[in-house]
């Protein structure tokens, strides 16, 4: 059985940091390219960082670059994003996602607050 689960959402000052884990299963991770997307209330999905199977090549959206890390560990088949100098626009649920074409899995999300 496919799983992706995200932990390490929660309420932080603007400033803050947090990093946000992606444990899966169920599937050869190493082979998989790996991204986060957000979802804040009332708007889409939006791609926030993705990285490679290997982990050598990433990419994030302009509003994130220099704040937010996207890294992975294949050995514990986990991704994960470290989110520093949080604002409040950063405020979403957080989603991880694998593909593989013609594969793709979804995490369940964790949420983000950021608020003083």
């Known amino acids: 059985q496919v799983q992706l689960v995200e932990s390490g959402g929660g309420l932080v000052q603007p400033g803050g940091s947090l990093r946000l884990s992606c444990a899966a299963s169920?599937?050869?991770?190493?082979?998989?390219?790996m991204r986060w997307y957000r979802q804040a209330p009332g708007k889409g999905r939006e791609l926030v960082a993705s990285?490679?199977?290997?982990?050598?090549?990433?990419n994030y959206v302009n509003s994130v670059k220099d704040r937010f890390t996207i890294f992975r560990d294949n050995a514990k088949n986990t991704v994960y994003l470290q989110m520093n100098r949080l604002k409040p626009e950063d405020t979403a649920v957080y989603f991880c996602?694998?593909?593989?074409?013609?594969?793709?899995?979804w995490g369940q999300g964790t949420q983000v607050t950021v608020s003083s």
């Open positions: 990285i490679t199977d290997t982990g050598d090549n990433t």
């Open positions: 996602y694998a593909r593989y074409h013609p594969y793709e899995y």
């Open positions: 169920g599937f050869t991770f190493r082979t998989y390219g």
